[in-house]
């Protein structure tokens, strides 16, 4: 089964994002689509068949619908109830989520059934919980993948929901022009801003590929959401990072579903919304939820960030005393990636370079997979 993870290429590594399509495949669209709120109904079942079905539910607007579908249908099918399971996280002030989580929570009627888990450097780059993920597997992407793997370990033998790709499938990229005022405001504020240094732990000639490729991806994304949606399924990124998930999930006896990726949920948004021109996430949700969710579920809320969550003491001790080696230096600026891991908070786009460098760390014996069965 780890065989079958997809693995980031050095590129992908050095430069912090992972670019690209993958090959188009025969999509199969039915010519009466469900609603997508049924579409999503349904893809839930599977997971919701085989108990305890796990919802990695951080109170965002991905994994908030998830899981109120999730204990919508399982009421309706008079199956036991889904497993909401948080991570809350020490000295992480910007990743915290509490209010809405516990107001999500309270709406569904879950209290009883929600598990918290809680981290301090349990979750960093090269803690103890991403050191068995990157033994066992080798390098993955996202650098955060580890994160689900004490929600997983808790699914053995069960089933695991989560919001994989609802900020490709619901929000995508692009935002519609606005008024010429509000444009006119942007191009104000962008003058009077410097240009940050774009990927300086890059060499200068890979640095100048990387952005732009980076660009071209940026602008190649359609505005109609039929397109956008068949052009997200396709991108390297979100294969990546499913496949993998499904693969961990496997190697525990775990079903992983990801119903924002589901075949018919995206059919149905072509069938009913595909003409939309890059809608918000907050029209798109309000479309699909078409008034049978409880409001608070798609409510917006602010935007959490989770560098705190990643980047502690384990990373810091590592890239003080990283000697420079465990990089490909054909790519990477040794001299100008040690300056950017001096700073204080230097950028997460380096994270895979940091898991890089641990596993290149390793003796040979050790750096190898570990194929035992995992804890």
Known sequence: MTDLIPRPTARDVAYGVVLGLDPPAPTARPGSALPPLAALERAVLP??????????????LDSSPVLAIATRVARWEGLPDPVPVTWRFTD????????????????????????????????????????????????????SRHLHLPIVELARGGALLTGVGGNQILAGWRQRPGSL????????????????????????????????????????????????IAWHLRRRDLTMTRVGLAAIAADHDVLAVTPLLDERFAAALFARHGRMRSPSRRELLAAIADAALPPVIITPRPKTAFD???LRTPTRELVSAWD?????????DVAALRREWSRRRFDSRTAALVQQVWLASLSAPEGRPDLEAPR
């Open 92 to 143: 992480a002030p910007r990743a915290r989520e509490t209010p809405w989580q516990a107001k999500i929570i309270a709406e569904l009627d879950l209290t009883r059934q929600w598990q918290i888990l809680h981290a301090g450097d349990d979750l960093d780059l090269v803690g103890p919980v991403a050191r068995r993920l990157l033994t066992r597997y080798g390098q993955m992407h996202p650098p």
């Open 308 to 310: 705190e969550v990643f």
């Open 324 to 332: 420079g080696s465990g990089v490909d230096d054909s790519l990477v």
């Open 181 to 228: 005022r509000a444009r006119l405001g942007r191009l104000r504020t962008g003058l009077r801003r410097r240009p940050p240094d774009l990927l300086p732990w890059l060499r200068p000639d890979v640095a100048r590929q990387a952005r732009r490729a980076f660009t071209a991806e940026q602008r190649a994304e359609p505005h109609r959401l039929a397109a956008r």
């Open 47 to 60: 997971a919701l068949r085989r108990p305890p079905c796990l919802v990695s539910f951080s109170g965002g």
